[in-house]
């Protein structure tokens, strides 16, 4: 197992290039499915969520093959199983995003049920309904989910969630009914760039789906699919997290590529507590003001702010000149971060699905460790505002979104080190 060892307290300066979108690119390989051939996908990151999807699809009897650094060609052709694996499903829980495109193409499909995660229980419970509300059936066996269905009607189906619409489910939906018998209407569907992304490569294989970014989401099925070539977009929480990186060590960032306008409440955000930033040609560019300004936030689907960008944000308001409130409206108990950042100084309190944050005038050095991905990221940027020594352990989380991490926060001047955990 690999750390970071990090010497902090070196404000940041430089430019650095945002990744492809880890998130709209998973249920994108998982939608090759839909059609017998090659698609290849562009601007993919270098992953290890991307190896298991990929590992997913292989277990199904699709060849993935790099054809350059950042292009992935997923070939169906040889697709005759329809399993996905306990040991594989068990370490990504996107790799349900195979469940759709598999009952919409062959009618049939075996996924593990994914589980809890480090910030708990996230049900399947309305991807279950979608198939279900088209006509299959779908039991627990042994636990997997195991559907079946003898055709699929379109049909229209409410997925509100308790937190909201979900973008797994809606993703899992839409590629289901894409090869439909007729007309579904989703709605509550999600709203996120991502799921605007998948819409846009169904369109490019052939689908007939509108509404896109709007709450109801309308699919005509159509008889057959055809493979595509697709150019993923840039990773919004990846773009988010080095904008971060320039205002927690108030240094002075620009991230390239990254779409400021589905980032917009995440920009307002950061500039209400008093962070400079500035947008023009599709670059961010921060310069950070220490100490920021205290917050109250409240995440939620999108447009609000987004979950996967919270554990960085509470980092940085360790650092603000009073009393932050953030609360997690999407998962009550991703605070996993919070001990992890008492341990540098910071002063969190956590009453799910709340914390506060007493802001301190500096973070110090120590062993901290990462539980989940994002929570990685956040103690990351908390060691590079921190003095002294911070090492990070168990980084192989922050691996399966961030390429390079590394090597991008040292293009920026961080001291940052992978070492193996001793
Ligand atoms: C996606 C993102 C993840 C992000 C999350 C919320 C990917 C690969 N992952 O995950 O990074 O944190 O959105 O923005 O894109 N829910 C149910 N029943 C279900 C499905 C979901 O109750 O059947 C609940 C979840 O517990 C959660 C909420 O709905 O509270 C949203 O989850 P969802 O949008 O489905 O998240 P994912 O697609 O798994």
């Known amino acids: 197992m690999d750390k970071y060892v990090i010497e902090g ?41 991307i190896e298991t999807m990929a590992a997913v699809l292989r277990a199904l009897g699709a060849t993935i093959e790099w054809e350059g650094p950042h292009v992935l060609a997923v070939d169906t052709r040889g697709v005759d199983k329809y399993v996905a694996p306990y040991d594989l499903v068990r370490r990504m829980r996107a790799s349900i995003a195979v469940l759709g495109p598999l009952m919409g193409r062959f009618r049939r499909a075996e996924v593990s ?9 996230r049900p399947v419970d309305l991807h279950i309904k979608a198939l279900r509300e088209l ?25 509100s969630g308790p ?24 709605e509550d569907a999600a709203r996120e760039p991502e799921t605007v992304e998948l819409v846009n490569m169904l369109g490019a294989m052939g689908a007939r789906v509108e509404g896109g970014g709007s709450a109801e989401i309308t699919v005509t099925g159509v008889d057959r699919l055809e493979p595509c070539e697709y150019e993923v977009m840039a990773d919004q929480i990846e773009a988010g997290t080095y904008v971060l990186a320039g205002a927690i060590t108030g240094g002075d960032v620009t991230v390239e590529g990254a779409d400021a306008e589905y980032l917009s409440l995440f920009i307002g955000t950061l500039r209400e507590a008093g962070v400079t930033v500035d947008v023009s040609n599709g670059a961010i560019a921060v310069r950070g003001n220490l100490p920021v300004a205290p917050l109250e936030i409240r995440t939620g689907p999108y447009p ?30 991703r605070f996993n971060h919070a001990p992890e950042l008492v341990r540098l100084g910071a002063h969190v309190e956590v009453t799910p699905p709340t914390a506060v944050i007493n802001g301190v005038h500096r973070l110090y050095g120590a062993y901290v460790m990462t539980s989940d991905l994002r929570a990685g990221a956040a103690l990351v940027l908390a060691g590079l505002a921190a003095g002294g020594e911070t090492n990070v352990r168990r980084i192989y989380h922050i691996d399966r979104g961030y390429e390079g991490m590394e090597d991008k926060l040292t293009s920026l001047g961080a001291a940052i080190r992978r070492l193996e955990e001793e």
């Open 113 to 121: 049920l994914p589980g809890g995660c480090a910030f708990g229980p």
């Open 135 to 159: 006509g299959a059936t779908v039991e627990l066996e042994g636990g997997y989910v195991v559907a079946r269905a003898a055709a699929l009607k379109g049909k229209r189906v409410n997925l």
């Open 163 to 186: 937190a909201g619409p979900s973008r797994g489910a809606t993703a899992n939906l839409m590629m289901a009914a894409a090869l439909a018998e007729g007309v579904t209407v989703i």
């Open 9 to 49: 307290g070196r404000p940041l300066r430089g430019t650095v290039a945002a990744q492809g979108s880890k998130n709209a690119c998973l249920p994108m390989m998982a939608a090759a499915l839909l059609a017998d051939g090659v698609t290849t996908l562009r601007n993919v990151p270098r992953l290890s969520d």
């Open 304 to 333: 609000a702010f987004p979950t996967d960008l919270q554990p960085q944000m509470t980092a940085l308001l360790s650092l603000a000149s009073g009393r932050s409130v953030v609360v997690e409206g999407i998962y009550p108990d």
